[in-house]
């Protein structure tokens, strides 16, 4: 599967969500391709991408702090049975 091709999660999530995911996906590749030219390109063109980039963060920035509060219900799954919750992170 390509980066910029749509995800089907729909056995996970509900369209609303997949569509969510999808759109978050296809800017990260976005902004990856985005930097790889910044770092290769001449000081004008430069500027711009770096502009570009920057109002990428911006936005994923903003999907991260909404990111919890959508997905609570799928957050909220439970450990498997017999199996203890670690205490502590890895």
């Known amino acids: 599967m390509r980066a910029t091709e749509p995800m089907n999660l729909s056995f996970l999530f509900n369209e609303r969500h997949d569509r969510y995911l999808t759109e978050i996906r296809q800017r990260a590749h976005e902004l990856g391709v985005i930097a790889t030219q910044?770092?290769?390109?001449?000081?004008?063109?430069?500027?711009?991408?770096?502009?570009?980039?920057?109002?990428?963060?911006?936005?994923?920035?903003?999907r991260r702090a909404e990111f919890k509060p959508r997905f609570q219900a799928q957050l909220a799954l439970t450990p498997r049975a017999g199996r203890k919750r670690r205490s502590t992170p890895r």
């Open 38 to 62: 910044e770092r290769e390109a001449p000081e004008g063109p430069r500027k711009a991408l770096t502009t570009k980039r920057l109002a990428l963060v911006d936005w994923m920035e903003a």
